[in-house]
């Protein structure tokens, strides 16, 4: 039973690695990285929109969490608590990291 935990908690945490590097790595792109120099930081370089970053967001938000609200109700449905909410606080994660990459970093330009 210990074993089976631990290894849920390690497959949530590999969701969430994924989940960020591919949300930085695909979706939260900027029309304006090639201008980042190295030293320089991310409010040296003109930042996109936000009507484009939410069109982003939520395309991301679409392929990367789906699958996860799919086995989140899953778990709900088989009664399996400790599983559901490992899963519902990886949810919240993911849309935190997801913010934190459209938005929260240009807080402070």
Known sequence: ??????????????????????IDSFFAFNKYDWMLESGDNICSIPSVSGEDRI????????????????????????????????????????LVCGWWLFWGRFIFC
């Open 1 to 22: 039973m210990l074993k089976h935990k631990i290894q849920t908690i390690f497959e949530a945490l590999l969701y969430i690695m994924l989940t960020y590097w591919l």
């Open 55 to 94: 069109l982003q967001a939520m395309i991301a938000a679409f392929f990367l969490l789906t699958p996860l609200i799919i086995l989140i109700l899953r778990k709900l449905f088989m009664r399996e608590v400790f599983e559901f909410w490992l899963y519902v606080f990886t949810l919240v994660i993911c």
